[in-house]
């Protein structure tokens, strides 16, 4: 299209290949489109299909209205060239302005959940087109006003799991004891902060447990050793009482070990004494079977082949003068001469298998 001017006849144009409109007016040659005062815009040759004038088609040859102001434009065939003249200065309908189609809908959020405090909320996003109309290019309309997008907070987000964190130890507890090692302890709370909508607790323990030195050893009281074994049956004033039914006396010892730093000594006696006879390897005038003992306890103490035993031993009889209790005990083994019992001279044993007895294993 060429804007021309100061133009004589409208059907002056013959050049196809000046590529310039003629002066004045409006001049189609074959292809080339002149247009004058911008009113009009006509496509191609004679004949053309339609032509675009405010949104309204126009058909060469045709008288149409083109819009609601009913302001009409005539188009005239003229020998070889297409002559167009324009009725009115205002041809074209008015300049259509934009207008703002409606929103389109939310985008997805960009998160899952919100903070429950400061921090940042997930958002989303909207669209909208200026198309309701479209702003007109020919009268050029105005563009809608604002913006074409929009953001805005994800409504009806669960708050995000938080986490719980450990907050400082407290002052260890004073030291529980006076001398020697304590133990102390410290607190700590799941505060900082403490866990909320399901989110983890804190690791670890609330308590931590650690040891004081006062520096000041503790009293250790005593305590005894075992005793020690027996001496043999003595009397004073006699080089051997063994088989004379002479009582004697046996005596043990034991040992405070231990004391330190002002602990109090072992309570009762050291030494240990008491009565007894020395009958090793003596002759007695009589002898007896003693009556069968208690069964013992079933060995081994699993599977079908367990037994328990119990026994009977030969005794001496001892002589009137020898006063056996408590406080008396008969050391060494005399001479055993009992009349044999099932084969046995010294002792008879009887065995008998357990029952009912666990697997072993």
Not at 206 to 232: I, K, M, Y
């Amino acid at each position: 299209l060429h804007m021309c001017s100061g133009m004589k006849d409208a059907c002056a144009c013959r050049d196809e290949d000046a590529g310039v409109c003629p002066k004045r007016g409006l001049h189609m040659w074959r292809k080339r489109v002149c247009v004058w005062r911008g009113r009009v815009s006509v496509c191609g040759w004679r004949g053309c299909v339609c032509t675009r004038v405010g949104g309204a088609c126009l058909r060469v040859g045709e008288r149409m209205c083109s819009c609601s102001e009913r302001v009409c434009i005539r188009v005239h065939v003229c020998g070889a060239c297409l002559r167009v003249f324009a009725v009115s200065s205002a041809c074209l309908c008015p300049a259509a302005h934009g207008a703002w189609a409606p929103w389109g809908e939310w985008g997805p959020c960009s998160g899952t959940c919100r903070p429950d405090g400061p921090g940042t909320v997930p958002s989303r996003s909207r669209r909208r087109t200026c198309s309701q109309p479209a702003p007109s290019v020919m009268p050029a309309g105005r563009s809608c006003l604002g913006q074409d997008s929009d953001s805005g907070p994800c409504p009806s987000l669960p708050f995000c799991p938080v986490a719980g964190s450990w907050g400082a130890w407290s002052a260890p507890t004073p030291c529980p004891v006076t001398c020697g090692v304590g133990r102390v302890e410290r607190h700590r709370a799941c505060d900082s902060p403490s866990p909320r909508h399901n989110g983890h607790p804190c690791p670890g323990s609330t308590r931590d447990h650690n040891f004081c030195n006062t520096g000041q050893p503790c009293p250790v009281d005593g305590l005894w050793s075992e005793w020690g074994a027996w001496s043999s049956c003595e009397r004073k004033g006699f080089s051997n009482i063994k088989c004379k039914f002479y009582r004697g006396i046996q005596e043990r010892e034991r040992n405070c070990l231990g004391k330190d730093h002002g602990g109090t000594i072992c309570p009762l006696d050291w030494f240990d004494s008491r009565a007894c006879y020395d009958v090793q390897g003596c002759r007695f005038d009589a002898y007896v079977w003693t009556a069968w003992g208690e069964w013992g306890l079933c060995q081994p103490p699993c599977g079908a082949d367990s037994r328990r035993t119990r026994r009977r031993t030969c005794q001496a009889v001892y002589p009137d003068d020898v006063h056996i209790d408590e406080n008396v005990v008969i050391t060494g083994s005399p001479r055993r001469r009992c009349a044999e019992l099932d084969g046995q001279r010294f002792e008879v044993m009887e065995n008998r298998t357990c029952h009912n007895m666990p697997t072993c294993g």
